[in-house]
């Protein structure tokens, strides 16, 4: 089954251009939504995600309907490919991997992405050793017990306001409402 996606990033754009070229090439169904391509958290998309079926192919005008980043793109190609779905896109021709050619092409740039992704992990590795060579640990740094029983006092007696424990203490926001969390489980 021919299954279409269609975006637009804002609300006063208009999809009757994409989603005639999505029907005029016979896609039975359309998805579409009128959100930024930024977001991987698109309603639409996950729908259509969920429906894709073995055998199916998603159809788009181009590949910036379904991402603005590369790397997003790759992803989500390949979580496509995976569910056994292949991909066309009307204007960029070389993605359509229901011909040998696309499937090539398709694999000759998600190659390269990988490769990319692991010179950045390799390059990412290489600085952290380097840096413990030279005694410097990563993480976050270590808070004292002193000052997260200062702020869990502070905080129980219900004088301070939180900006105040967080200037008193040093404890950051995120990990004085952890600790706070924390000690109200227990």
């Not at 698109?42 to 980043?69: F, H, I, N």
């Not at 499937?103 to 490769?115: C, D, N, P, R, V």
């Not at 200037?167 to 109200?184: C, H, M, P």
């Amino acid at each position: 089954m021919k299954i279409g996606y269609s975006r637009v990033s804002t609300t006063d754009q208009n999809l009757d251009r994409q989603l005639d070229q999505l029907r005029s090439v016979g896609c039975e169904r359309v998805y579409y939504e009128k959100l930024t391509g930024t977001k991987m958290n698109r309603p639409e998309l996950m729908r259509m995600l969920d429906a894709l079926r073995e055998g199916d192919v998603v159809v788009v005008t181009e590949l910036s309907r379904l991402s603005r980043s590369t790397k997003d793109l790759f992803s989500l190609v390949e979580k496509i490919h995976s569910l056994g779905v292949d991909i066309c896109s009307l204007k960029e021709t070389w993605i359509d991997t229901t011909t040998p050619q696309g499937k090539l092409l398709f694999t000759m740039f998600a190659g390269i992405s990988q490769f990319q992704r692991d010179l950045i992990r390799q390059g990412t590795m290489e600085g952290l050793s380097s840096a413990r060579a030279r005694g410097r640990k990563g993480g976050r740094p270590v808070i004292s017990q002193v000052k997260i029983d200062m702020a869990m006092r502070m905080y129980a007696d219900k004088k301070y306001s939180l900006q105040e424990i967080r200037i008193a203490t040093g404890i950051s926001r995120t990990t004085l409402y952890r600790y706070l969390k924390n000690d109200n489980k227990g």
